[in-house]
């Protein structure tokens, strides 16, 4: 079950997260445990840091981290099993396992009756139309998302033009349509990802270009193994990129799905249709008489009209617009990946283009050697067939060696020069 933690980690938590001092009120405990833990920034001493936090928490078995934010802004750290979340969220068991470590490399946002499971990169929480339940808060990867929450819950409403337009006036009062607590943590969600991934990706750029061009002008070990860094990084980078954007892309594919995603809208009307189904079961003895008919099927029809209002409504303009925003954006970021990419491609054509060339110029280099070695070899012959003991009269002959070498080696000179007039016919060697 659910058990809160000492002071110590969200006084260290506090300070990590935000540069104002700001105290809330202390939120409803869950399941009728002990009250919860004071989030307020002075509850510590400026000394205390992540080796006191971390000897503060003793997680039994099956327990894990989580941070809790409501509308309000109020907020708090549990450490609950699953029971607790389950619970809490109603949410089922295997929901939590898609937060778990084995699909961590996953993207998911998924709707449930009461409940969003979001699991982007890094971001691992659950929504409800009142609060979100942040998973492992204490992660360097996610204090900018909790640090982004901070900053915008409570939440304020988001004013649409067109409604203005349709009611006839410019006032906010009177035109606001709020858009639903869980689409603006949905929302601030995504732009800490996209922030993210946009971020590591001017890194990439930053580092990849200077890099390539070096290794298109010297082709080393070192600068090769750069490239190769740089090639993983961007391999890695990619996928995280397009994993989100396929499950932004699923969800724009399927209004049914977008329209389970609001969870206001479904507390509201399930409210709605709760309160009528009480009144009319409070009503349901009537007077006797010729009204009686009349009653029921104005009841009737009463009660059609809301469970239509509640099973048909459709629209979802205000989820499809926030989603397509950050489709837009993460598209840009993969054209952005992909660009570097094609350079590194381009680099890699132009690097192999060179060692093709290289490698030309030594296949040329030792078929003249080869044509040189068998004019002189030719040479060799002829001076092997003379060192025989063999009894010749050009022995006996005077001033005859000196010629003799010398129209040897001229005759050897002049067939190396024919095999290399014969090869650069042929187009063997570059004229």
């Known amino acids: 079950m659910g058990k809160r933690l000492g002071k110590k980690p969200i006084a260290f938590l506090l300070r990590k997260l935000r540069p104002t001092k700001r105290s809330h009120s202390p939120p409803q405990p869950i399941s009728g445990r002990p009250s919860p833990i004071d989030t307020s920034a002075e509850a510590t001493t400026p000394g205390s840091g992540a080796a006191a936090a971390a000897k503060g928490i003793k997680k039994k078995a099956g327990q894990r981290l989580w941070m809790r934010f409501d509308r309000a802004g109020q907020s708090e750290i549990l450490e609950c099993d699953k029971s607790v979340i389950i619970k809490r969220a109603a949410i089922p068991a295997r929901d ?32 409800t139309a009142e609060e979100i339940l942040i998973l492992d808060p204490l992660c360097q990867e996610v204090l900018p998302f909790i640090d982004q929450l901070r900053q915008h819950v ?64 010297n082709v080393s070990t070192k600068n090769l193994e750069r490239v190769r860094s740089l090639k993983s990084i961007l391999t890695r980078l990619f996928a995280c990129v397009q994993k989100v954007r396929d499950e932004i892309e699923h969800l724009l594919d399927d209004n049914e799905d977008m329209s389970d995603l609001y969870l206001t809208r479904k507390q509201i009307q399930n409210q709605q249709f709760e309160a009528l189904m009480a009144s009319v079961t409070s009503n349901s003895i009537v007077p006797a008489g ?36 950050y489709f837009m954006q993460l598209d840009g970021i993969r054209n952005r990946i992909l660009s570097v990419r094609e350079y590194i491609d381009d680099t890699e054509d132009y690097v192999n283009i060179q060692l093709d ?27 092997g067939a003379f060192s025989m003991n063999i009894k010749v009269s050009l022995y006996n002959t005077t001033n005859l060696f000196g010629p003799f070498v010398g129209g040897t080696l001229v005759g050897c000179f002049v067939i190396f020069l024919i095999i290399l007039a014969y090869a650069r016919w042929n187009k063997l060697l570059d004229p």
């Open 154 to 217: 409570p939440l304020k409403p988001t004013i649409r033009a067109d409604d203005r337009e349709n009611q006839g006036t410019d006032a906010p009062s009177q035109a606001e349509r709020e858009l639903p607590f869980e689409f603006q943590v949905l929302e601030i969600a995504l732009e800490v990802v996209c922030s993210s991934l946009g971020s590591s990706v001017t890194d990439l750029e930053r580092d990849a270009y200077p890099v390539l061009d070096e290794l298109a002008k």
């Open 96 to 127: 939590l396992r898609i937060l778990g470590p084995v699909f961590s490399q996953s993207s998911n946002i998924l709707a449930r009756e009461k409940a969003i499971v979001v699991n982007l990169e890094y971001i691992r929480a659950i929504v």
């Open 290 to 325: 010729a009204n009686i008919g009349r009653l029921n099927s104005n009841r009737y029809q009463r009660s059609v009209s809301i469970a239509t209002s509640v099973y048909s409504d459709n629209d979802v303009e205000d989820l499809e617009m926030l989603l397509e925003a």
């Open 357 to 383: 060339n290289q490698r030309n110029e030594l296949i040329q280099l030792q078929l003249i050697l080869t044509m040189a070695s068998f004019a002189i070899s030719l040479s060799m012959l002829i001076c």
